[in-house]
């Protein structure tokens, strides 16, 4: 199978296998014109027109993609999102902007608990429906990988279901999906009656449900809701401990509220990312910076909360971090599927160029996944994941904002979205 996407006005792509941190974010190589020829699933050529000819001829059977007018960038990569739970919470945005703070509702029963209850009620199938859905709704917005994650399950069986419903889902799906476990996303109710309770539902997530889900291979990587109110330090590191001991690579949601250390916890259990940071320390960001740990930022949180703080993106770049920028896609605080939109608030709020936030997008994302040596560029030998978009150069898709900018998505290869 071919596919030869010509006439390109752009490509647009970070460049390599590593994370891009520094000025690199912004080292994006954009060509005028070109073209990119696809062979089974993979990027065969990235050239101009007289090239390829030179190296594979007129391909005359060959499948194409008319680029005229458009630039071609990498697929879009969400490495931070909740996509299997039920149920819906707009009445909490009613809530919001009557005046009630995300916390607040939370402390009533809604928030995280509410989902808790309508994710446990639902059967895997159903699950299994709305994530299929939300990939949909993705991909239309450019996304080809997206890692997913429980944590609306907070019990053995819970958990397992929704880990299930993931894989479920995704089987039949273009969009790859990597799993996420977790169970430490809050204390279910039937565990706040005490300080005993508490540490049984730490205990039972240790020594039950990481070593069943590592038993069925449901999740790459572990994660904890590491923030005052929620779990603890030291709670943080028992529960990303079992995690590592069971092959899991740990994440953490860090100092989203207020600096806990979180974000110099990720750094000495080596995870993978520490992602919101909207209250990161200096001393959080020098130790991110020094162990490689990513800063992944999530800025619909703070639009979908209506809040004034957003993370200190450019901050964390001088400090040396390699940023990524995720949708977070999750009933209460972030409900949106699209990376376009992440992006416009990547430059609109956190102050980011336009190559910084593709690089955000792809590249650096793809490597917080541990997928840096096969999507996240245009490159020759690389999977054949693009997303072309209905702009004439790659500063225009910031500049026209609102709209679905994809206008067609090749993954491995073949045109999943457009035509
Ligand atoms: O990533 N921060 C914690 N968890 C989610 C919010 C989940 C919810 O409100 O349902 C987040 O923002
Ligand atoms: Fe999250």
């Known amino acids: 199978m071919e596919l030869l996407i010509h006439h390109l006005a752009e490509i647009a792509t970070p460049l390599g296998t590593t994370p891009r941190r520094g000025s690199e974010l912004r080292e994006v190589r954009r060509t005028q014109g070109g073209e990119v020829l696809c062979r089974d699933g993979r990027i065969l050529f990235v050239g101009t027109a007289e090239e390829r000819r030179h190296r594979f001829g007129e391909l005359p059977g060959v499948t194409r993609l008319d680029g005229t007018g458009k630039t071609l960038v990498p697929g879009f990569v969400d490495c931070h999102t909740h996509l299997p739970w039920a149920g819906s919470r707009e009445h909490e945005l009613a809530a919001r902007l009557a005046g009630k703070s995300y916390q607040e509702i939370a402390a009533a029963g809604g928030g995280i608990l509410s989902t808790v209850a309508a994710t446990r009620a639902a059967s895997e199938e159903e699950l299994a429906s709305n994530v299929a859905a939300r990939l949909g709704r993705m991909l239309a917005h450019g996304t080809t990988t997206a890692e997913a994650k429980s944590g609306y399950g907070l019990s053995l069986e819970a958990e397992l279901k929704q880990l299930r419903a993931l894989r479920r889902g995704a089987a039949d799906h273009v969009v790859d999906v990597i799993s996420t476990l977790m169970a430490a996303h809050e204390i279910p109710a039937e565990r706040r009656g005490s300080n005993a309770e508490r540490e049984r539902f730490i205990d039972e997530i240790c020594h039950q449900i990481t070593p069943a889900v590592a038993a069925e291979e449901l999740a790459t990587f572990c994660d904890v809701f590491c923030e005052e109110g929620v779990f603890t330090l030291e709670e943080s590191r028992r529960v990303l401990q079992a995690g590592l001991d069971h092959g899991m690579v740990a994440r953490l949601h860090a100092d989203e509220f207020v600096d806990s250390g979180a974000a110099s916890l990720a750094a000495e259990l ?150």
């Open 270 to 419: 080596g995870a993978a990312s520490a992602d919101h940071l909207v209250a990161v320390s200096e001393a959080g960001i020098e130790a991110m910076a020094a162990a490689d740990v990513m800063g992944v930022m999530l800025p619909g949180v703070s639009f979908f909360l209506r809040k004034d703080g957003y993370a200190p993106a450019r901050r964390l770049i001088e400090g040396g971090v390699a940023l990524a920028l995720a949708t977070d896609c999750n009933p209460g605080s972030s409900h949106t599927e699209s990376l376009p939109f992440i992006v416009w608030l990547g430059v609109f709020k956190l102050g980011l160029t336009v190559e910084e936030c593709l690089t955000a997008i792809t590249l650096n994302p793809a490597c917080c996944l541990g997928l840096g040596e096969e999507i996240g560029t245009v490159e020759e030998g690389k999977r054949a994941d693009l997303v072309l978009l209905d702009a004439p150069n790659l500063f225009n898709f910031a500049y026209h904002f609102g709209v679905n900018p994809v206008a067609a998505v090749v993954k491995d290869g073949e045109v999943v979205v457009g035509s």
